[in-house]
């Protein structure tokens, strides 16, 4: 595999606490209470035509996983909006991704860490599909993830939080290793739940299938795509799904900002065909957040 441009070393400006700063100069000391401790809440948002898809509503949650996580994100909704949009702009953007980062600073190393600042980084760049897209259109093939979504007693499931990612990354690389572009979590009662870092759909018989989701994000690339289905017509039904129940569906897709709509073809030794709903649904949001795009075709 070719080195990919460590994101440490590249041109253009970052956001960081109040300031545009040089890419290279956005720094941190090793010791961030967030680097130790996973005290960090984050962000993913897709500009399509220099236009940021949903960006108050992701701006909320950065704030709202911030809670979850005991700390305050000190700047409004609107201001957060602003820095996104002012990040993009700064770096001559218009089709990327935005990785907003809350975090506790260096002020207390500890379990601890009330006295520690909360800082704010806004960063962007250029990003095209998450799976390739001749990839997508076949339709991407899962493998069962080993660790599961755990219970909202264990941990902030509802927050974007870093260190929630732990086990993602884990499984995402178990996938990779074996040939698989993702793999498949349950939650902690065994319930099918959502993938490394996408929602999960399916179908039967016309009918849309998706986890309620009571123990890990509730996208909100998943809420979009649920009221364009409804605007279809679809019915969908939010429920517990069983993995048993994985070989009575006859197609599959993943939602999420990065992922977009991205049909799945294989989850273990259960196979779907990308079809009707599929391809609708992956049309209707492409055009939903590629207005610009879409107008000068
Ligand atoms: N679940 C996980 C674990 C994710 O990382 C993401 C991506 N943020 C999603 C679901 C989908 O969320 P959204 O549609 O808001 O991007």
Redesign the pocket.
């Known amino acids: 595999m070719p080195e990919p441009t460590p994101f440490h070393d590249r041109d253009g400006f970052i956001w960081l606490d109040g300031e545009l700063v040089p890419w290279r100069d956005a720094k941190i000391h090793v010791l961030t209470h967030a680097l130790h401790y996973g005290s960090a809440v984050f962000e ?1 948002e897709r500009a399509y035509a220099g236009e940021i898809f949903k960006l108050s509503e992701h701006s909320q949650r950065l704030i709202d996983s911030a809670k979850g996580l005991d700390f305050e994100v000190p700047y409004t909704v609107e201001q957060i909006d602003k820095i996104c949009r002012d990040v993009v702009a700064a770096n001559n953007l218009s089709d990327c991704y935005i990785r907003p980062l809350a975090w506790r600073g260096s002020e207390q190393i500890g379990v601890s860490a009330q006295a520690t600042k909360i800082h704010l980084s806004v960063a962007a760049w250029e990003w095209g599909s998450y799976f390739p897209m001749e990839q997508r259109l076949k339709g991407i093939r899962l493998t069962m993830a080993k660790y599961r979504r755990p219970d909202p007693a264990t941990a902030p499931s509802k927050s ?1 939080a870093a260190g929630l990612y732990m086990i ?1 990354t884990i499984e995402k690389h178990r996938a990779e290793r074996a040939g698989y572009a993702d793999a498949l979590m349950l939650d902690w009662r065994g319930r099918v739940a ?1 993938c ?4 999960i759909f399916f179908v039967k018989d016309g009918v849309i299938h998706t986890p309620d989701p009571d123990c ?2 509730d ?4 809420r979009t795509v649920i009221d364009l289905a409804k605007k279809r017509g679809y019915e969908v039904i939010q429920r517990a799904i069983m993995p048993e129940e994985l070989s009575d569906f006859s197609e599959a897709f993943l ?4 992922a977009e709509v991205t049909p799945i073809s294989e989850i273990g030794e259960h196979r779907f065909k990308p079809a009707e709903i599929c391809e609708t649904l992956l049309n209707d949001y492409m055009a939903l957040v590629q207005p610009a795009r879409k107008a000068a075709e």
């Open positions: 993913g974007k993602c959502e490394t870092g996408a929602n890990f994000l996208g909100i690339t998943r939602t999420g900002t990065a």
